[in-house]
């Protein structure tokens, strides 16, 4: 639908966790209306709306993710979406209903447990800043397929994780390493291979009055596993929740043991 350009400007300066769904409800908003085009008059009225009747259009739950599957370079394929599996895992806890048994008067959008997918460690989801961030991981593996030591890897790998003269083959920085999967697919050899591939998971994140960073567990987890630490996660959050607080508010007050035999990661 096309957009005029103060109406587009107006909503590409609402925060960015809400800015799909807004731009989504001002489209139906002008649809409704009969328009073909969108206009301030459309954005004023969703305004106005989210302002006075924010409770209505609060889920209980987002699910974001970044723009990977849209042919990003730096798209890490884990052979699995797993946003639509997350979706129905965060529909079965019934989050609004939840919150609303635990919030003194009506919901808010920050009420919402946020998860978000960045499909490669650029993070331009932001997964630091939510309640769970998750983040598309590869290690690299070496083959047995000889080194050429053309240097492609080392160009390859950011992080300067690479080394080709401390043994026979590239040798790996594992305190360096982002797992981004880059150095793999650069190698013309087939030396450095892909190995585990899963997600990096970062725990109660947020941003606010008291912003917080994630807190990363260790190791990279399969699709089955990132799911059942989630659930876990999420029943945590509800037999301790006191008023709504973020999930970052609450383990602050908790801590990590109910993740048991899951650790943080250490720098």
């Known amino acids: ?23 989504k409800r001002v489209e139906t908003e002008a649809q409704q209306a009969g328009a073909t085009r969108v206009t301030m008059t459309h954005v004023t009225a969703c305004k106005q709306q989210y302002l006075h009747h924010q409770e209505d259009e609060v889920q209980g739950f987002t699910v974001e993710s970044c723009f990977g599957q849209s042919g990003c370079p730096n798209r890490i394929d884990t052979g699995k979406n797993l946003s639509p599996h997350l979706e129905a ?16 008067g009506p919901l808010k959008l920050h009420h919402e447990f946020r998860i978000t997918l960045a499909d490669c460690p650029n993070g331009c989801s932001r997964p630091q800043i939510v309640d769970i961030g998750l983040i598309s991981a590869s290690l690299p593996t070496l083959s047995d397929a000889p080194c050429s030591e053309c240097g492609a890897c080392l160009a390859a790998c950011k992080e300067e994780a690479i080394t080709l003269n401390a043994g026979p083959g590239p ?4 305190q360096r390493c982002l797992a ?32 917080r960073l994630g807190q990363e567990l260790s190791g990279i987890f399969s699709a089955e596993t990132t799911l059942t630490i989630i659930d876990t996660c999420l029943t945590h959050f509800k037999a301790q ?5 973020r999930f970052g508010e ?8 109910f993740l048991a035999p899951y650790t943080l990661k250490t720098t």
Not at 89 to 104: A, G
Not at 241 to 245: A, D, I, R, Y
Request: charged content about 30%; some cysteine; proline content about 5%.
């Open 89 to 104: 895992l965060l529909r079965t806890h019934k989050l609004k209903e939840f919150m609303q048994s635990r919030v003194p």
């Open 1 to 23: 639908m096309e957009w005029d350009k103060d109406a587009e400007q107006a909503v590409a300066k609402v925060p960015f966790f809400v800015r799909k769904r807004v731009k």
């Open 250 to 257: 609450l383990l602050n007050r908790t801590g990590l043991a």
């Open 180 to 211: 981004c999967g880059q150095c793999a697919r650069a190698c013309p050899t087939g030396t450095i291979a892909q190995d585990l591939s899963g997600y990096r998971i970062l725990l109660g994140g947020k941003l606010g009055r008291h912003p």
């Open 171 to 174: 040798q790996f920085d594992w």
């Open 241 to 245: 929740n006191k008023e709504g607080e």
